[in-house]
T-cell receptor, first 113, second 116 residues
């Protein structure tokens, strides 16, 4: 158990819908990272938050947004979903900014039908 | 150009033998970090090892070591004394530090199978 909790584990939704993925980091970790893993694109970095502030942005679509709350949990919002958004979405957390020894959650498997 | 290149889609190794998984990277950032992650068939991602661009010595974590050749832009993972539980996908990744924050790049992965 990595200590990073992601919910839900699985999500099936229709095109055009909006979903929210949730991540609770390990106790003491201030950084949260979101990644997408798909067959087409492989592993991609989406966004990083540190202590409530956005610190880095990767290949995150405009239809996607994220935030980190005062209790340090994070949510990734995906809207106007398309079939191509089907993927495994990982959250990871680390103490500092550099992703050293980042621990990953089990992922949320999103299927858009 | 690809930021991270893993040229071995699949590798086989005999149990108890050592194996090297290749990774080359491309960056002009003087301060970068290199990571290896393991993804078993169950799907979770597990951090294995980290090497900073300024680290003089190769990183080691138990049976894992990173063969860092800076001039060649190479960061190969060496797993010693392979175990059946090492069968998994292995991803090489790089962190660049830009003026807008960190960027992370992943390779396409190498599937390692340990043969009894």
């Amino acid at each position: 158990d990595s200590g990073v909790t992601q919910t839900p584990k699985h999500l099936i939704t229709a095109t055009g819908q909006r979903v929210t993925l949730r991540c609770s980091p390990r106790s003491g970790d201030l950084s949260v990272y979101w990644y997408q893993q798909s067959l087409d694109q492989g592993l991609q970095f989406l966004i990083q938050y540190y202590n409530g502030e956005e610190r880095a942005k990767g290949n995150i679509l405009e239809r996607f947004s994220a935030q980190q709350f005062p209790d340090l949990h994070s949510e990734l919002n995906l809207s106007s979903l398309e079939l191509g958004d089907s993927a495994l979405y990982f959250c990871a957390s680390s103490v500092g900014l550099g992703a050293l020894r980042a621990f990953f959650g089990q992922g949320t498997r999103l299927t858009v039908v | 150009a690809q930021k991270i290149t893993q040229t071995q889609p699949g590798m086989f190794v005999q149990e108890k033998e050592a194996v090297t998984l290749d990774c080359t990277y491309d960056t002009s950032d003087p301060s970068y970090g290199l990571f290896w992650y393991k993804q078993p068939s169950s799907g979770e991602m597990i951090f294995l090892i980290y090497q900073g661009s300024y680290d003089q010595q190769n990183a080691t974590e138990g049976r894992y070591s990173l063969n860092f050749q800076k001039a060649r832009k190479s960061a190969n993972l060496v797993i010693s004394a392979s175990q059946l539980g090492d069968s998994a996908m292995y991803f090489c990744a790089m962190r660049e530090t830009t003026n807008t924050g960190n960027q992370f790049y992943f390779g396409t992965g190498t599937s390692l199978t340990v043969i009894p």
